[in-house]
């Protein structure tokens, strides 16, 4: 059974902060990892797409895969309290496979 | 707005109703889905139609019955529903290509409230 996990938290942080959410699959057949966020109420909306190896940078988000370790993860810099939402990892092997999410509180 | 439409967006409904569930894709995708998302639990994937022919079903109850009559229109009928079937029922697109690097636009969501 394939797997996504991540940890359900909640991990908080205080304004301008790094953020560190971490995600971890099962198999290594996956190509394609995805970090969606979503807020209370509301449905997932993309954050961040990787397929290499190494680190992959847009504005304050960094999304780095190593795929050896079978490990994904998203740095957010400067954090906000509008970065508080639930984060969603996925990967991408035939279909989507996703974690249950990691919820991020950043406090003023 | 991501291109992808649902309505309704709260239903509450008895365990005897019917009631269907409408997704629309403004985004020339080629595959479709239906998710279902229960708290503190992964997006769990209920239908994937690509170019309008259902390729997989993960062994959903019967109560639950997709149709997808084009490939802008993906609908999900309910029929005697059970309480633990309340939960927020998404509809995603995606192009539909072997590329694996395309993602999937989701759609707002209908919260859905079985009594």
């Known amino acids: 059974q394939k797997e996504v996990e991540q940890n359900s938290g909640p991990l908080s942080v205080p304004e301008g902060a790094i953020a560190s959410l971490n995600c971890t699959y099962s198999d290594r057949v996956s190509q394609s990892f995805f970090w969606y966020r979503q807020y209370s109420g509301k449905s997932p909306e993309l954050i961040m797409s990787?397929?290499?190896?190494g680190d992959k940078e847009d504005g304050r988000f960094t999304a780095q895969l190593n795929k050896a370790s079978q490990y994904v993860s998203l740095l957010i810099r400067d954090s906000q309290p509008s970065d508080s939402a639930t984060y969603l990892c996925?990967?991408?092997?035939?279909?989507?496979?996703f974690g249950s999410g990691t919820k991020l509180n950043v406090k003023p | 707005e991501t291109g992808v439409t649902q309505t309704p967006r709260h239903l509450v409904m008895g365990m005897t109703n019917k009631k269907s569930l409408k997704c629309e894709q403004h985004?020339?995708?080629?595959?479709m889905y239906w998710y279902k998302q229960s708290a503190k639990k992964p997006l769990e994937l209920m239908f994937v139609?690509?170019?309008?022919?259902?390729?997989e079903n993960n062994s959903v109850p019967s109560r639950f019955s997709p149709e997808c009559p084009n490939s802008s229109h993906l609908f999900l009928h309910l029929h005697t529903l059970q309480p633990e079937d309340s939960a927020l029922y998404l509809c995603a697109s995606r192009k539909g290509s072997a590329a694996s690097t395309d993602t999937q636009y989701f759609g707002p969501g209908t919260r859905l409230t079985v009594l």
């Open positions: 990787i397929y290499s190896n």
């Open positions: 139609y690509s170019l309008e022919e259902r390729v």
């Open positions: 985004l020339g995708h080629n595959a």
């Open positions: 996925a990967d991408y092997f035939n279909k989507f496979y």
